[in-house]
């Protein structure tokens, strides 16, 4: 198929990047004409403004943007609504609100333009293994977008069948869902992120606890001198709590076991926000996920062996850089 990739940093470069491997034709465009150049130097198509990347697409075009959510994904969707026509599609593939999903899928129905909100999880290393797409929108235009979508997607991989989903088929299983229609897709990727918050900040506590454990504040026979960097390997292996949160903690406890090169100001990108006022909203308690948000504005005052471990894990999946204090 033909898309047309909007932003191409790391994850809309890499996306690109994925999708031309399979065979699928891409247009590109950045408000960074090196990005651009760079991916067309690649095999794709270069696009030196929307308007040039909308008279490259074939009708009925499709459009993907992979840009920060708020005005800039509002002001893009907007002008792409002005310049298509009936019968293409918006995708919007950040991490926009799902209300605002909901929105604008109204507002570009009146022009027969339809608009599709897909949560992406899959960071910086999506390219190699694929990313989780968790997809809003009219049933009918996402099956015909399916090509997208499964080359984007993980596949199933090694992973063992879950016991009793032996016969049945659709595509969970190949790691990209259609959750129902629009906003669903914002909405499942707005709660996924929450529930990262909270196992982040099990894990990032947990290691702190360790790391106390050789305090001088304790009885001396109670001490102990643990190697976390081996912890976390051991756990990797066997280990309830295995995950790939796991993988990569393990991975920045390798390159520096006192994680010296972080400062522990953790950042939140809105999801988690976003999913404590929908538990607010459908008064359901949340209060895991509520305190792990709560952690992050407190890191940015006061700096933890645990907000250093929440800091090397973001850094580690999403190639997030810790922004200096007070910025």
Known sequence: MQLGMIGLGRMGGNMARRLMRAGHQIVGYATEPESVKQLAGEGATGASS????????RKPRVAWLMIPAGEPTELTARTLGELMEAGDTIIDGGNSFFKDDVRRSKELAKKGVYYVDVGTSGGVWGLERGYCLMIGGPAQVVRDLDPIFKTLAPGRGDIPRTPGRESSRGTPEEGYLHCGPAGAGHFVKMVHNGIEYGLMQAYAEGFDIM????SKDLPEDHRFDLNLSDISELWRRGSVVGSWLLDLTAMALQENPTLSNYTGSVQDS?????????????????EVLSSALYARFRSRQEHTFAEKCLSAMRMKFGGHVERASGG
């Open 50 to 57: 929307l308007q040039d990347l909308v008279q490259k697409l």
């Open 211 to 214: 790391r106390g454990a050789s």
């Open 270 to 286: 809105g999801e988690g926000r976003w999913t404590i006022m929908a538990a607010i909203e459908e008064a359901v308690p949340a």
